[in-house]
T-cell receptor, first 116, second 112 residues
Framework: NAGVTQTPKFQVLKTGQSMTLQCAQD?????MYWYRQDPGMGLRLIYY???????DKGEVPNGYNVSRLNKREFSLRLESAAPSQTSVYFC???????????????FGQGTRLTVV | QKEVEQDPGPLSVPEGAIVSLNCTYS??????FMWYRQYSRKGPELLMY????GNKEDGRFTAQVDKSSKYISLFIRDSQPSDSATYLC????????????FGTGTRLTVIP
């Protein structure tokens, strides 16, 4: 999806390994979000950043850390991966232009992560 | 009880049919309602956005919100094979995309 770029697209990790999921946007939004999508659970917010230098926990933050490196980039780190973190991870930004108050989200293409 | 309930389907319809997709919710404070379409192995894309109650139409798509029944619907008229995807409902109490509650999605197949 134009505007939000996620890398990598696929990854297989062994239990206990670490990795960082990268997200970059070119829409100049202050807010950025990390969601995970699991069968039967829907999309759930992991962390979000309302502006450069700030981050806040979402619904399912345990086992993750984030960094808002600058306005453009927001990374998600798994320090010690567990099989329960097998999921599809989406980075998102607000969709629209209402001064940061947009409720709609614009999603990237996702990272499919498998932890074995 | 989940905040948002959505029948996972799958739902198969012939091309040209009218499709009705639905979600129910438990939190009467929800004010912002959205429908997303997600193609296989892709990210969700916003289809419809509605604030509070009422109907909204965009081409072949109509979104309805009935807050008294805590029920939202998405209607697709003249369905096309390209509409085959998973449809997700989402809703929020306030503005900002950091407190969205998503349904689990309904998988739709439109048969040519």
């Amino acid at each position: 999806n134009a505007g939000v770029t996620q890398t990598p697209k696929f990854q297989v990790l062994k239990t206990g390994q670490s990795m960082t999921l990268q997200c970059a946007q070119d829409m100049n939004h202050n807010s950025m979000y990390w969601y995970r999508q699991d069968p039967g659970m829907g999309l759930r917010l992991i962390y979000y950043s309302a502006s450069e230098g700030t981050t806040d926990k979402g619904e399912v933050p345990n086992g993750y850390n984030v960094s808002r490196l600058n306005k453009r980039e927001f990374s998600l780190r798994l320090e010690s991966a567990a099989p329960s973190q097998t999921s599809v991870y989406f980075c998102a930004i607000p969709a629209g232009d209402r001064g940061g108050m947009n409720t709609e989200a614009f999603f990237g293409q996702g990272t499919r992560l498998t932890v074995v | 009880q989940k905040e948002v309930e959505q029948d996972p389907g799958p739902l198969s319809v012939p091309e040209g049919a009218i499709v009705s997709l639905n979600c129910t919710y438990s939190n009467s404070a929800f004010q912002y309602f959205m429908w997303y379409r997600q193609y296989s192995r892709k990210g969700p894309e916003l289809l419809m956005y509605t604030y509070s109650s009422g109907n909204k139409e965009d081409g072949r798509f109509t979104a309805q919100v009935d807050k008294s029944s805590k029920y939202i619907s998405l209607f697709i008229r003249d369905s096309q094979p390209s509409d085959s995807a998973t449809y997700l409902c989402a809703m929020s109490v306030g503005p900002g995309a950091n407190n969205l509650f998503f349904g689990t999605g309904t998988r739709l197949t439109v048969i040519p």
